[in-house]
């Protein structure tokens, strides 16, 4: 009956899904983790970051006035407010969710195993099952982009990559549900990669108006159509990602940041910590409203706040030796994850996948999961209690039904609990509450930490690139907290000091796994802070956090770096390769011979063109009355395919139209040109034209952009590096050495004075005089 | 007696400084509110961030392997080391001088006022009035670069204008010894802008390896030569004392990066995390070895961290009203108090300190201070002490000789204390603990906080812009704490519940008002979160932060801004002008006309240029065989003084040489064209040449950047704005349209793989594959 119930419910979200808008997504088909390629085999795109100043974006721009600015500047805060409590509510309800769905799970198990262990294994492990397979059979049949943790195609489209389908309506709802599921369903994996994706795809959505067809104000269209200004959106969607799923505000903006830098600005950085903020409220009331009862088994847990704010305070120097051993066992063991993960990913890409068997796969990784986590615990030997301590709040074994230390499970006493069950048949919040707590030295032994290390590792590594949405953070912080408990358990045991508490000794360890294998620095060290509200332990964390680091970075590159590599993304790297100081721009643009465009083209020349190569930009060669040959600008491939589908722009004539005069410059909008989020556009093969059609003439000079950046044939790559990346291009000219220089400009040039601000005017008098005076006649050209 | 014994010590101090090199800043005329500004009358100079690709730089490049770059690397790690270590014992030093002079001069005023209440105010008089006029005296007669915060100036440096003078050794004296006279001496000015300004120096002269004629390491000199290398110095130094000023780690970090948006890269980012954790672990060590009580007055003061974690937890949604108010409070004032300073000082350059009265000027304000400090308390009555509550350790009225809440100062009973004394009759630091203090509430009366908020505020806005060390963050945090604990006697009034504290009202009173003035949003924020310890109430905090800007904004720059733009450092803001959008390049550079050098070219015909105009890089020109001209690079002022200075370039023939060949290439190391940081380096009047000297060529090749960027002349100026500052240039180049493309460079050509590195050999050839699998076939160009 069961069974039937919920084939009856995937009908019915299969209906449902039906009805949301897939035609930007039709092609896609189902590829191996996470990824998306498209039938036509591409997928991954470049993004470009630079404005085309063709003539519609410049009437666009003459057209509008200052009011317009102060427009864009309100819109971009209310999307800022919108993508926080759009992100906060979907965090709250993935939270929700999963603890409804666990509690729910864990408290009906525990009530049947106390007549039948055997029912309530197997009562456990299907409820598991279902659980994964419903997340699994999202994932893979509807929203394929949904897979993995999403962090590395973000990491990716921050960089100037586009993934196809990373951003859609589906894979925001894929992501969600799926989520719910897969970390419902107990497996080794988190919540917070994907609730960072979810936070993108909500800021990108947001930024289209919904999706492709309904989208709520076409005025809003226009405004955020261009790569750039949705790299903004996605950037606050980030960050609000990390704030809702740590409950780190600064730790998100932070996060954003480190995976961000090559073109960060103040303003945004602004507007992201407003939308952290706004994130960390909604969440703040959200749980004040569940902590009502209304929320059903959704307490204090959920959302992960650690609170180690009862563990030690201060530390001593002898202390730093062991703390820098976990620093090292964390590079160690995180770099180990990173070679795993790689090796398993590629190896299921290569000879797995190609069987289409991910849901068995998952169903089977859900099945071992479940075996693992309850069994273990029935083979260990329950301890006895300790001697309460009355002061600590904490009972032994925990009340039935509660979360906390001290699990009774398949002890033959009242007065026993099982430290293996305490952390393994537990949900992963709960047990990293367990393994930070302070108070509570002695409660594990290091044969069940050990014994959990082991089997959590091969199982985080096992579950990694499953076909549902899976996080890093949580197992990372539990193999962490793991073995620096032990690290902990030791020192207690030869230090013999009083205020050595075990806890501390786990958060730093779940920092150096983390900081070995994802090789975050300071994003990473303020989030280990805010989640565990205890500021002293910052030069501690960093420490471990510099270490972890440095031992890992001997071996290979962080976890999404190793990722986003095997998915094909194309990251650049923020510092230019050592060899490119000897190369020059010439040499590294190769022998491809680089195909130019007349300024007025026949339609034929282009659709054969735009067909016998794949190139995303054509230089568009004009000559002078004198003959010579000038270059023009640049034409986007996207464009031209807009212009070869609407037409209205094919002229007889073969001889240049003039571009300011006539009505031309009325017949595309800026936005017409302006290409999808996260898919393909249109492809030639997809325009028909008529014989007459063929034999027109098009004058690219309206569309084009005139002004792309130019670099000399001979400068270094280095520099060229620099440029391309600090810029985000996606196209760069290497043209000849000039033959004189117009002009130079300075500083000086740019200093231009803002003469409309009438308030400062007293003001600016003032400056004027004084820059006039002491600045600018030596600033000097 | 003392005024000899002192007069003795400023002649030691004049001697000792005598034997200080001085020979780079012995232009320096002693000029306004802590600018600098040269005899010639030049004062600021742009910092040129390019890469010089000049022949003598790509030898040093082609000479050095894969090992230089690992000591390249290992260096700079080491700076980071050194600057955090000698920044954090500079902070400790100055903290110890000032707890120890401020702590026995109250301790001495409290002992002599149980006897005479005149004798008691001439002392304490005279002692601020010592420690004064030594501050101002070192100030202006040693180093006059040190008056102010010195805030502007680094953000100015880290901009890219190096104001001379700002980074020398004298400075960094003038501003150690002269913060602990000026805040020693009890005015309304904080030490942790000078503390920035400290750290700054403390880098750069590190990167230089001391002072000019003191070097440590010649290899040294050679790496850390250009103002790339130094500005990421300056950057770490800069991180480092925020993290010292406040024991905010994470807010040094980004502090810095805050202010130096432009081109900030990731790595540089965990290098500035990694000093400011050594400045913590410095500091830390150094509070450890006080705790035993070797540290004089210096007992848990000095550093501030107003711990408030006993204060308010929660907060309910009513409260965020008064807390908006606040917000708008602090924009308003904070506004008035950069519009007043900048009034102030734009009157004192005018008119006051062309009478070169400014030791005068100092003395002057630190005697009313003393009054008002003084006097104010005595004419307030005293109130009887609240009910003592044992649990707190609070005790009513304070012990003699301890620091803390309900000072007894002029009371007539001893059961009673003085509440405008507790704030005003006090050191800055234990003021403001006072007014943060939890569980003590109603111990100040509306009437003494109001009287100290107008008294405290216009002492401060006077005290602004004398020749003294001054930062702006205490007092600003005085201010916003008086009345964010007016607002918050309101609520607790009104809103008639226990659990509001007005001490979480002083802090969000602090916040608003350094939001409003320095207008700083994600430092300020994480800032104030680490110097109070409580993480809670950070979206609170944030809340505040946003309306204190946003109403500040409307009426005027930031503190920083205003000051930097009145000393005349042309800043460039990271965003471009809207005006820019509608002009181009050739437009920006105006109508004055480029002087372009031959190749080859005569010496006197240098030497006229160099005196016509005050250029400082001249585009080089070359002719090739068939007469066509070509820009072949630019040549910078400094570096043509460096070879006419040296000689040895100068050849007979006006023929080129050829630069590949010969000896050409060994006659100049790339370091001698380094310019010594903030200084002018050589002058074209200090070069005499012959007349046999004046009739030779130079052959300018190998000397010139031969791939200075360039911008087509028709590139609106958004997007010129844009590539200058990102890339922090100095020159760049406006260019007719290129006559054709020699090639496109797209993210493909960037992506060179690193085949060097063995450990990842395997994954490179699983990724290659991917790579041309997945990846570039779809990016296209």
Redesign the interface.
Known sequence: MLSNHFQNGVETVRHAWSRIPNSEESQFVDDAVG?V??SD??????LDY??I?NFAYREE??RRG?LY?SYLLVVKWLFALLIGIGTGLAAVFINLSVENFAGWKFSLTFSIIQKSYIAGFLLYALINLVLVFSSVYIVTQFAPAAAGSGIPEIKGYLN??DIHGILLLRTLIGKIFGSIGSVGGGLALGKEGPLVHTGACIASLLGQGGSTKYHINSRWFQVFRSDRDRRDLVTCGCAAGVAAAFRA??GG??FA??EV?S?????L??RV??TS?IV??VV?TAMGWCKNGNCGHFGSGGFIIWDISDGQEDYSFAELLPMAIIGVIGGLLGALFN?LT?YIS?WRRNHLHKKGSRIIEACLVSLLTSIISFCLPLLRECSPCPESDPTSGIECPRPPGMYGNYVNFFCSSDKEYNDLATIFFNTQDDAIRNLFSAKTIHEYSSQSLLTFLVMFYTLAVLTFGTAVPAGQFVPGIMIGSTYGRLVGMFVVKYYKKLNIEEGTYALLGAASFLGGSMRM??SL??IM??IT?N??L??LI??VL?IS?AVGD????GLYE?QA??????L?E??P??????MT??E???S?R?I?LPRVVKVSDVVSILRSN????F?V?DHTRSG?????GLVLRSHLLVILQSKVDFQHSPLPSDPRGGDRSIRHDSHEFAKPVSSKGICIDDIHLSPDDLEMYIDLAPFLN??P???????????????????GL???????????????????????E?TENV??LE?QS??AF??E?????????
Request: hydrophobic content about 40%; proline content about 5%; charged content about 25%.
């Open positions: 990824l390629r498209k085999g591409s997928s991954v795109e470049s630079e404005v100043e721009q003459a200052k600015v100037g990559v505000p600064v903006v932070l940041l480190e830098t073109w960060w600005r103040s303003q950085m602004w910590f407003f903020a960390a409220v703040r070679q790689l590629s620095t300071v060290c303020v802070v805010e509200n500021l002293k910052l030069p960093m420490l510099l680091k001997a071996f290979n590159e190793e590599r095997l998915r094909g993304i194309p650049l923020s510092r390769k050592y060899e490119m100081r000897n721009a010439r590294a643009c190769g491809g680089v130019s794949k190139h995303n930009g230089p060669i010579e040959s000038l270059v023009i005139p002004s950046y130019i670099v000399p044939e001979d400068m270094s790559l280095t520099k060229v590096y620099n440029l391309f990346r600090q810029l996606r196209h760069l000219f290497v043209v000849p050495r000039p033959s004189r220089v117009l002009g130079l400009i300075t500083r000086k040039d740019l200093m231009i803002d308030n400062t003001l003032t400056s004084e820059l005076d002491l600045g600018f006649e030596c600033v000097q050209e």
